[in-house]
């Protein structure tokens, strides 16, 4: 298991700033939930994580040290908001995933006697390697392995989140960036795909920063909040703490607009 540590992230896009500062521990083996307004910079900061946004100073630092890059791939995986965007059409289900495979092989998972007497297998052996690391992937997140020749446009958007996350945990990350990752999907797919990734995140042991406006799922899902506002961070702690007795007047604000939490706290 691993940590992630950000270390004064600061993106800016010309002469605004869409986040300033910010320094963020999410502990080994837990969830952190990353909220705030519309425009806060959740999702900014989660590519920057990642290197999808200009990162103008800070480090990310997984374990305390540096980033590193396994063979072209981050040790930091993140799952996008849009399942109908973040799939390319023209691939199959399992050359989506088997893309983000180690080495794109499956190498990792038996070469066979070729692995062992230093001889590279045949290509049928590494295609059969590759195919079973595929389908062991889909059926961890709850996908019939048959449909790993299907494309994107024959799935439902719930099927085709799980093959996003089938994908990021296929890079065998240390750590996981979920954004937003239900808010495109209908509610009553919405359950099913939050208590899949609670189940991989307690069973696999990954730590996760969970972008998320939805407070109430964040009570469910993570150890520690993070509040962002206007690219700073605001507040930071233990769920029931932030949630129950809000420090900020951006996180009491936020409370104040699920009824739920809102009576909870007027209750405490």
């Known amino acids: 298991m691993s940590s992630l540590e950000l270390r004064g992230i600061t993106v800016r896009y010309g002469r605004f700033t869409a986040v300033d500062n910010v320094d963020l521990l999410v ?12 425009g806060s910079g959740k999702s900014t900061l989660g590519k920057a994580v990642v290197g999808l946004a200009p990162k103008q100073s800070g480090q990310v630092l997984i374990d305390g040290s540096e980033a590193p890059r396994r063979r072209g791939r981050s040790p930091v995986q993140l799952v996008f908001q849009n399942p109908y965007a973040s799939l390319d059409p023209r691939m199959t289900v399992g050359a989506s995933v088997a893309e983000a495979l180690s080495g794109g092989s499956g190498s990792g998972n038996g070469n066979g006697s070729g692995a062992r007497s230093g001889r590279r297998a045949p290509a049928r052996e590494r295609r059969a390697a590759r195919d079973a690391e595929v389908a062991r992937y889909l059926e961890l997140v709850g996908m019939d392995p048959a449909r790993a020749a299907l494309t994107p446009d024959a799935l439902s958007g719930g099927q085709r989140q799980r093959v996003a996350l ?3 945990l296929a890079a065998r990350p240390a750590v996981l960036i979920a954004d937003e990752i239900t808010s495109a999907l209908d509610v009553s797919v919405q359950g099913a795909v939050l208590n899949l990734l609670r189940r991989l995140q307690r069973e696999l042991g990954f730590a996760m920063l ?8 964040v009570r469910h899902l993570c150890d520690q909040v993070a509040v962002l506002d206007g690219g700073h961070l605001v507040e930071c702690g233990p769920t029931d703490r932030v949630l129950d007795h809000p420090e900020h007047p951006t996180t009491r604000n936020l409370i104040s607009c699920v009824p739920d939490l809102a009576l909870a706290e007027e209750a405490s």
């Open 27 to 38: 502990p080994e083996g837990t969830v952190t939930g990353l909220v705030g307004g519309s």
């Open 166 to 168: 089938a994908r990021a």
């Open 210 to 217: 969970f972008i998320s406006h939805n407070l109430a799922v």
